[in-house]
């Protein structure tokens, strides 16, 4: 069979309404070209299935954490530094360096020039700038978590976050909570938007009413919790104050600990908790929280090789998706004392 011809610069000119010199610039980062051109060029390119020529191998994989546009250094986060930790000791075994990419401070025009021979994503949300120009160059990719915008043939290691879910609700009910609210980012993330998700359906199938405490990174008074811990909620949906909280998040553990002091209250006689958090201190703190475990030393270890698997075989053993079991860690301050 004759290959099928590669696209050329022209084609792509042709296909985006601008000249090869445009092109050219455009994909190479140089010369000086609008955004709203860069993308159109760029679009056009991966439509017609350009890629750039094969480089060499690098022996050098990537890890990008791309969900939150900001600048903040997800290494401090429990979850991630695990992970990368992780990551490293896997590459290393398999011949690679790894090479972690800031959260900020890249631009468009890295994805398309970086050298690496396979990047880990870690939760990619939808239209993922850097997913769209690393596919268009052809280089492999393995997900922690769905990817935001599934393709056949993608590969990712994620855990069960529905089944998870109705394990901390479940839970929190049989200690005797009876409100229980659910802190969650409002954004495009999958694991977010999953675990909302379940918990609004598992309210409806207990016949009460969905309360979602909005997220925010650096409310270390926990201020968020102030309108459903006083029992004053907007749009009288619900009366009377919460007695349990499922935060998704790890700094969501500590804010209601701090809430819950400025209100007078106290954990778990009060008020239940679990967070999902990897952060050993939530065994130290008075008293001890409840954490839900995702694993991610399991998890980036098995997405390293799956990523190895696919630039030295391009496949990989191990059937695609991946589910790691996530736990929850039992502690003091969901196990309210009954009394008798």
Request: proline share 7%; hydrophobic share 40%.
């Amino acid at each position: 069979m004759s290959p099928v011809p590669r696209p050329t610069l022209a084609d792509i000119a042709r296909a985006a309404e601008v000249s090869t010199a445009t092109v050219s610039h455009a994909l190479n980062g140089t010369g000086r070209v609008g955004k709203s051109t860069r993308r159109r060029v760029r679009e056009a390119a991966t439509a017609l299935g350009y890629g750039a020529p094969q480089a060499p191998r690098t022996r050098i994989l990537g890890v990008a954490v791309t969900t939150y546009p900001r600048a903040w250094d997800y290494t401090e986060v429990a979850y991630f530094s695990r992970a990368i930790t992780a990551a490293t000791a896997t590459a290393h075994a398999r011949g690679y360096a790894l090479t972690i990419l800031p959260a900020d401070r890249v631009t468009e025009d890295t994805w398309h020039s970086i050298a690496v021979d396979g990047m880990l994503v870690m939760d990619s949300p939808r239209g993922d700038p850097m997913v769209r120009a690393l596919r268009a160059r052809g280089i492999p990719l393995v997900f922690d978590g769905v990817p935001g915008d599934v393709r056949p043939g993608d590969h990712w290691v994620d855990n069960d976050h529905v089944a998870t879910t109705r394990e901390v609700l479940d839970h929190l009910t049989a200690s005797g909570a009876t409100r229980i609210a659910l802190q969650s980012g409002d954004g495009d993330e999958h694991y977010a938007r999953v675990v909302t998700e379940t918990y609004i359906a598992w309210c409806a199938e207990h016949a009460v009413s969905p309360l979602v405490v909005p997220f925010i990174a650096y409310d270390d008074e926990g201020h968020a919790f102030d309108e459903v811990l006083g029992g004053e909620v907007p749009g009288g949906k619900v009366h009377g104050r919460i007695d349990a909280v499922h935060a998704v998040y790890d700094p969501g553990g500590r804010q209601l600990l701090a809430a819950a002091a400025r209100h007078g209250l106290r954990v778990p006689d009060d008020l239940l908790l679990v967070c999902a958090s990897e952060d050993p201190g939530y065994a130290e703190t008075e008293p001890p929280v409840t954490t839900v475990t995702l694993d991610p030393e399991r998890t980036a270890r098995t997405a390293v090789a799956l990523l190895v698997d696919l630039i030295e075989k391009g496949q990989p053993d191990t059937p695609r998706p991946v589910m790691v079991p996530a736990g929850v860690r039992q502690r003091t301050s969901s196990r309210r004392r009954v009394m008798y």
